[in-house]
């Protein structure tokens, strides 16, 4: 509305159309509402109000006019519908942005959730193929280790015929000394030690075949 409804467009009712008690009994008593154009008594037509859509005057104001309960009670609710409606659209937009975010943060938890299982599976490849380096470690450690006892048994055994035949090169260079080593069992005892260290070498202590 821009301005107030023309006088050719009131509409004359009996009694006051906010109240309906006050019956009226000459025109004086009624007064026109200048936004709906119909009769109110005195008690219901104190309010003025701005016409929304009036063009501002030189003082940069709206036009002003004289505007029954109803009317003004019309404007009041629909100030409180625009405010409601305000706020809906607004709460509409937070929970709509809310289940947007929300949205997002389950897509994120899938995915961080399924590089999780993909890092746990890495993990346990590495874990595993690491536990293998360790089994294979730990098997070639006992292998070294047995291997390493065999050749400690192989040394002292060649120690011992090493001071064999050290005893046996003084024996021949020194016959007329009365070594005892090889004569318990008498001369064939002595020959038969004899050879058999002199046919001796280290192929022998490798393939086994040499016990001593």
């Not at 607004?90 to 949205?103: A, D, F, G, P, V």
């Amino acid at each position: 509305m821009q301005e107030p409804i023309k006088q050719d467009k009131h509409t004359v009712t009996e009694e006051c159309n906010s109240c309906k008690v006050v019956a009226f009994e000459n025109e004086k008593e009624r007064n026109h509402c200048e936004f709906c154009g119909v009769s109110n008594c005195a008690k219901c037509f104190t309010q003025r109000r701005e016409f929304p859509k009036s063009k501002l005057d030189s003082k940069g104001e709206k036009l002003l006019g004289n505007i029954c309960i109803l009317c003004h009670k019309k404007f009041l609710i629909r100030a409180v519908l625009i405010s409601t409606n305000a706020a809906l659209a607004k709460k509409r937009s937070l929970i709509t942005k809310q289940i947007e975010l929300k949205q997002d943060i389950a897509v994120k938890l899938r995915e961080t959730s399924k590089e999780l299982r993909e890092s746990k599976e890495s993990f346990n490849e590495l874990a595993t193929k690491l536990q293998s380096e360790v089994d294979l470690l730990k098997k070639t450690n006992d292998r070294k280790q047995k291997q390493s006892f065999e050749l400690e048994k192989k040394v002292k055994f060649l120690r011992v015929r090493q001071n064999d035949l050290e005893t046996l090169l003084h024996k021949e260079l020194n016959p007329q000394d009365n070594s005892e080593l090889y004569m318990a069992g008498g001369d064939d005892s002595y020959n038969f030690n004899r050879s058999r260290l002199l046919n001796f070498s280290p192929a022998d202590v490798e393939s086994g075949s040499f016990k001593g």
